[in-house]
Structure formats: structure tokens, C-alpha cells
């Protein structure tokens, strides 16, 4: 079982962080995969390819077929953008659960898909935030998780990790290296304990499915800042589709068109997926709701026999 790590050549953001990881000690040269090289440290994998990091599709079954080796998870290395441009350090999930054939994939993926989030999503978090404030990034660089959004296309339970907002930032060395670091210390390169191993958690543990809110899901956070919270899909109001009933909205048993049912269970099910022998708890974001909405979201979330989860259940 091998851990996959992501780089794109095209990506200032990418590369930086590749590079000071491989500046540290135990890489040497691994098999390339159609032209795509690779480094080898202990039982991680590095690959650094030249083309859009969000839609290089199934690396983990292309490197499994040409080296034999299972992949366990895959952490992606990459750029961050936002309208506010602020220096941001993110963690993410990935995932269009809620987009349907004949939709558009500006930024990847494939229509009712969300890759298994990563586990260590939550621990690496507070990790990238302990890092940060040792190197002095904050409060400079806002240290955030983001909601599940965009590609490619994988099976194996998949992060980004990300330098924002502008190419300014992006280029930043000390960025770079923190990014590194978090990926040194939290894989265990460093010959310490790795950071959000699950299969050494993985008994009475519940995990965090977020529901609802912004881009960079604050209430959830609040409660992943904790120490010991596990965190699965994030799944914020633009990936939740409710079309508007109109004056019916306060009848009872109310039938709510869009994807949304489509988003939750998606995120549901490779949440699950991802977190073997954990119970996964919804968390909504009742706030970022109007009352028919969380309505029927709690009404379905009842029918699909899936728990929800006050912020005292995660810690």
C-alpha cells in the first residue's frame, strides 16, 4: 500500500512544494508512468506531470497497472484562487456530486461523483495550522479548510493541499515549504508518527459530513479545529440544488426537486467508504439554510437512516 502524491509542472503552487519535499532526505528515482516520472521514499510516491492538475484522471489505477502497487490514498499539490486574493493555506476534499450528465466540468471530475476524502483531511488541517504559526505564516496566510469541489478523477480517498490566492503567493518559498513539511510530518517521512493514520482510529470514531454553508465551510470548522475530529465530505450550499416550491414550501412532506438528494448521498456513501468501522454524522449548517430547505434536508437525511450530529458528538 503506497501513498500518491500529486505535482504538476504548470502550477507554481505544485511544483514549489514538490520540490522542497524532494530537497529532503531518502528520494530516489521511481518508475515513470507513460512519461510521467516518479520519486520513491519509504512507501510514498512522488509524480510530477506537466498538464492541469484537476484533470490528470485516474492517476492511482494508472500507477497500480503499471507498477503493481495499491494505492492508498492520494494527496494533490496545487494552486488556490480566490476573488478576495488573500495568502490562504487549504485542505479539501474532492468531488461534483452534484452535477448530472450533460452538465459542465469547468474544473474536472465526472457528473454524481466525489472521490473517498482522504482521513487525514481533519488532522492535517490543525497540523498545516501548527506549521503555520511556527513559520510566522500567520496571520498572513489564513490557514482554511474548503468545501468539496472540483477533479480529477480518482478512486482511492484523495486531499488537496493548496498555496493561495495569487500567483504572488503561490510562489512564495516559505509556503513552499511549509506545505513540504506538513507532507514530511505528516506521512511519517521524518521517522515520527504519521499525522491522521484511521486505520489506527478506526474503532467507536465519528466522522464530520458537513452539509450546507460557504466555499470555506466555517461552522464546520469551528468543530474540525478540535483536536481529535475526523472530517469527511464538506458539502456547501452551492452543491446542494433545491429548486423553490414556490407557495406550497410549508406543506408537509414537502417534495423538493434538484440534485441535492444526489449530492448528500454521494458524499454519504464515499464518506463511509472512506472511514471504515466510523459512524458518519451529518453536520448542517442550519444557519446558511431557509426553513423549508433544512425541512427537507432532515426529512431526507431521516429516510436515509443517516445521523445527525450536534458540534459536543465530534469531540
Not at 513540504?180 to 510530518?185: K, P
Not at 475526523?230 to 429548486?243: C, K, N, Q, R, T
Not at 408537509?252 to 454521494?266: C, D, M
Request: proline share 8%; glycine share 10%.
Amino acid at each position: 500500500m503506497v501513498t500518491l502524491i500529486v505535482a504538476t509542472t504548470i502550477d507554481p503552487a505544485s511544483i514549489g512544494p514538490a520540490s522542497a519535499l524532494l530537497a529532503m532526505p531518502g528520494w530516489h528515482p521511481g518508475p515513470p508512468i507513460q512519461d510521467v516520472p516518479s520519486f520513491v521514499n519509504r512507501d510514498v510516491r512522488l509524480l510530477k506531470h506537466d498538464s492541469s492538475i484537476v484533470r490528470e484522471d485516474h492517476l492511482d489505477t494508472r500507477w497500480e497497472e503499471t507498477t503493481g502497487e495499491t494505492v492508498d490514498e492520494i494527496i494533490f499539490l496545487s494552486k488556490h484562487t480566490a476573488a478576495s486574493k488573500r495568502p490562504a493555506l487549504t485542505v479539501h476534499p474532492i468531488g461534483v456530486p452534484h452535477l448530472t450528465e450533460g452538465d459542465q466540468l469547468p474544473v474536472g471530475g465526472k457528473p454524481a461523483w466525489a472521490a473517498p476524502p482522504n482521513p487525514r483531511i481533519g488532522p492535517w488541517f490543525r497540523l498545516l495550522k501548527t506549521i503555520a504559526d511556527s513559520q510566522n505564516l500567520t496571520p498572513e496566510f489564513e490557514v482554511t479548510l474548503e468545501a468539496t469541489h472540483h477533479g480529477p478523477v480518482t478512486n482511492a480517498p484523495t486531499m488537496f493541499v493548496e498555496i493561495g490566492s495569487t500567483e504572488e503567493y503561490w510562489k512564495r518559498q516559505d509556503a513552499a515549504q511549509a506545505i513540504a513539511l506538513l507532507v514530511w510530518e505528516g506521512l511519517g517521512l521524518g521517522g515520527g508518527d504519521a499525522v491522521g493514520d484511521w486505520s489506527r482510529n478506526c474503532f467507536q470514531q465519528k466522522i464530520l459530513l458537513g452539509i450546507g454553508g460557504g466555499h470555506y465551510v466555517p461552522r464546520h470548522m469551528d468543530i474540525v479545529r478540535k483536536d481529535g475530529v475526523w472530517v469527511g465530505h464538506l458539502i456547501a450550499g452551492y452543491s446542494l440544488p433545491m429548486e423553490d416550491p414556490g407557495p406550497s414550501k410549508a406543506q408537509a412532506n414537502l417534495k423538493v426537486g434538484g440534485t441535492w438528494k444526489q449530492a448528500i448521498r454521494v458524499a454519504f456513501d464515499t464518506t463511509r467508504a472512506a472511514f471504515p468501522l466510523g459512524e458518519v454524522l451529518a453536520h448542517l449548517d442550519n444557519k446558511s439554510f431557509k426553513g423549508w430547505q433544512r425541512n427537507a434536508i432532515v426529512g431526507f437525511l431521516a429516510e436515509q437512516n443517516i445521523k445527525v450530529g450536534k458540534p459536543s458528538d465530534f469531540c
